[in-house]
Structures are given as structure tokens and as C-alpha cells.
């Protein structure tokens, strides 16, 4: 089992940024992939970014590449969300997630869900 925090979101004007973190429970969080999706009022929750349990590898849903940087210090048990460039579309609550067996941007591989937090872009 993994409890998963999520942290760090807020109202940030457009084209500011927020950096988001997942505290995940447990001592073996370098074995668990994870990742960040988000979900927009009225909308189908979508992926984010994902990261490998090492850390060596990530991807990007195209709407974010470029401008999130996903991240994980493994000591720490926690995962991180870099948004630069944000706008008015980025709003949306965003959830971590933890995956054993896989990680990617497939959100029926990821067996733990953090509660998410609320990120608000004012134009």
C-alpha cells in the first residue's frame, strides 16, 4: 500500500509557474513509477508526465512537453511537478499517482491515487 500527498498548488497569474510535490508513504518508492495527470471541470482526466522508478526516464503528454519537468528524489520519497508557462487551459486538480508493475501515461497502469490538488491560472 502507498499514500500518496499531493502539494504545492494554488492561483498563479498565466504564465507564471508552481512546482508540485507527492509525498508517497513507504520504503519502496524506488520501485514504483509515477506519475502527474490532471482533470478540468467537465473534462476526462489526461496525463501529464511520467518518471521511471530510477528517475532515468520520463515522458510527456505534447500539451505540457516543453514546459513541465517532471522529477522524483527517491531519499525524499517524492515526486515533483515543475509548470512553467502556465495558462488559463492548465487549470485542473492534479493527481500523482503510483504504479509496481509499469509507468507511462496510461492512467489503468497506476495503482495508487494521491487526492489531488488544485491548480487555478487566472488570465
Known amino acids: 500500500q502507498v499514500h500518496l500527498v499531493e502539494s504545492g498548488g494554488g492561483l498563479v497569474q498565466a504564465g507564471g509557474s508552481l512546482r508540485l510535490s507527492c509525498a508517497a508513504s513507504?520504503?519502496?518508492?524506488?520501485?514504483?513509477?509515477m506519475g502527474w495527470f490532471r482533470q478540468a471541470p467537465g473534462k476526462e482526466r489526461e496525463s501529464s508526465a511520467a518518471i521511471s522508478g530510477s528517475g532515468g526516464s520520463t515522458i510527456y503528454a505534447d500539451s505540457v512537453k516543453g514546459r513541465f519537468t517532471i522529477s522524483r528524489d527517491n531519499a525524499k520519497n517524492t515526486v515533483y511537478l515543475q509548470m512553467n508557462s502556465l495558462t488559463p487551459e492548465d487549470t485542473a486538480i492534479y493527481y500523482c499517482a503510483a504504479a509496481l508493475a509499469a509507468w507511462g501515461i496510461d492512467s489503468n497502469v497506476y495503482d495508487f491515487w494521491g487526492q489531488g490538488t488544485q491548480v487555478t491560472v487566472s488570465s
Open positions: 513507504g520504503r519502496t518508492f524506488s520501485s514504483y513509477g
